[in-house]
């Protein structure tokens, strides 16, 4: 059984255009993330979201919002898409703020390519 | 905020050994490596929580220096395995931050 889990694993599309990205964990973790990877291989967080707190980084557009329909999933919308947005995107997840543990080590999607063209 | 990773890249030998250093502008409460192959996602190694210690993974080990906030890898007698983009990510002390490093890329040839 996959831990966790994205959809799709490769996505093309245009500017402007609004996309969404799936993910899911088995894992039973209180906590998933989103993680953006550009080019250099930089992995900047931007969300992390439990069912009790979202915390955003401050440098996301609000054109990115994550989604989360339950415990075991959390999505990301992304509205407008524009050239820059290209980049790898990876949904982790972890037990974390909700059960008190501050020690968190994080399990990763398979990560999703994303170009814009 | 980002912790910052030295060397930016190492190219080794098989059986030659490797530190990577990580350090942060900021009071670290815990210090994660993961490892990252290429075209893959990146995969959890370990966790430091306390000053000076250390731990192991197979040849793999750190170190944790809270006072000075930095923490290194130790990879010794490297094999092709080991190849790969490897981060440190640090929880800040107060506010629960988490940040990845800037990565090292680590090559391992015969």
């Known amino acids: 059984d996959t831990a966790v889990s994205q959809t799709p694993k490769y996505l093309v599309t245009q500017m402007g255009n609004d996309k969404s990205i799936k993910c899911e964990q088995n894992l039973g973790h209180d906590t998933m993330y989103w993680y953006k990877q550009d080019s250099k291989k930089f992995l900047k967080i931007m969300f992390s979201y439990n069912n009790k707190e979202l915390i955003i980084n401050e440098t996301v557009p609000n054109r990115f919002s994550p989604k989360s329909p339950d415990k075991a999933h959390l999505n990301l919308h992304i509205n407008s898409l524009e050239l820059g947005d290209s980049a790898v995107y990876f949904c982790?997840?972890?037990?974390?703020?909700?059960?008190?543990?501050?020690?968190?080590?994080?399990?990763f999607g398979p990560g999703t390519r994303l170009t814009v063209t | 905020q980002q912790p910052v990773q030295s060397p930016q890249a190492v190219i080794l030998r098989e059986g030659e050994d490797a530190v990577i250093n990580c350090s942060s502008s900021?009071?670290?409460?815990?210090v994660h490596w993961y490892r990252q192959k290429h075209g893959e996602a990146p995969v959890f190694l370990m966790i430091?929580?306390?000053?000076?210690e250390q731990k192991g993974h197979e040849k793999i080990s750190a170190s944790f220096n809270e006072k000075k906030q930095q923490s290194s890898l130790y990879l010794t007698a490297s094999q092709l395995s080991y190849s790969g983009t490897y981060f440190c990510g640090t929880e800040t002390l107060t506010g629960n931050q988490f940040y990845f490093g800037t990565g090292t890329s680590l090559t391992v040839i015969p």
């Open positions: 982790a997840s972890s037990q974390g703020l909700a059960s008190g543990r501050r020690t968190r080590e994080q399990y």
């Open positions: 900021k009071a670290l409460y815990s």
């Open positions: 430091l929580l306390k000053g000076g």
